[in-house]
C-alpha cells in the first residue's frame, strides 16, 4: 500500500502560482512513477503531468506546457507540481497517483494508488 496525501491548493487570482506537493508513505517512493491529475465539476478525471520513477522523464498535458513543472525528491518521498499563469480554466480538485508501472500512462484507471485531492481555484 501506497499512502498519498496533497498540499498546497487554494485560491489565486488568474496568472498567479501556487505549488502543490504529494507527500507519500508506505511502500518505497523511488519504486512508483507519480502523476497528477485534476477534475473540474461535471468533468472527467484529467491527466496533468507524470514523471518516471528516478525523474529523469516527464510529461504533460499540452494545455499546462510550459506553465506546470512536475518534480520530485525521493529521498523526501515527495513529488510537486509548480504551477504558474494560471488560468481559470485550471480550476479543478487536483489529485496526486502512484503508478508502479514504467510504460508512461495518461489514463487514471493505470494508476494505483491516489490521494484525496485539493482543490485549486483560480478567480478571474
Known amino acids: 500500500q501506497v499512502q498519498l496525501v496533497e498540499s498546497g491548493g487554494g485560491l489565486v487570482q488568474a496568472g498567479g502560482s501556487l505549488r502543490l506537493s504529494c507527500a507519500a508513505s508506505?511502500?518505497?517512493?523511488?519504486?512508483?512513477?507519480m502523476g497528477w491529475f485534476r477534475q473540474a465539476p461535471g468533468k472527467e478525471r484529467e491527466f496533468v503531468a507524470r514523471i518516471s520513477r528516478s525523474g529523469g522523464r516527464t510529461y504533460y498535458l499540452d494545455s499546462v506546457k510550459g506553465r506546470f513543472t512536475i518534480s520530485r525528491d525521493n529521498a523526501k518521498n515527495t513529488v510537486y507540481l509548480q504551477m504558474n499563469s494560471l488560468k481559470t480554466e485550471d480550476t479543478a480538485v487536483y489529485y496526486c497517483?502512484?503508478?508502479?508501472?514504467?510504460?508512461?500512462?495518461?489514463?487514471?484507471?493505470?494508476?494505483?494508488?491516489w490521494g484525496q485531492g485539493t482543490q485549486v481555484t483560480v478567480s478571474s
Open positions: 508506505g511502500r518505497t517512493f523511488s519504486n512508483y512513477a
Open positions: 497517483a502512484a503508478d508502479s508501472r514504467t510504460t508512461a500512462s495518461y489514463t487514471a484507471r493505470a494508476y494505483e494508488y
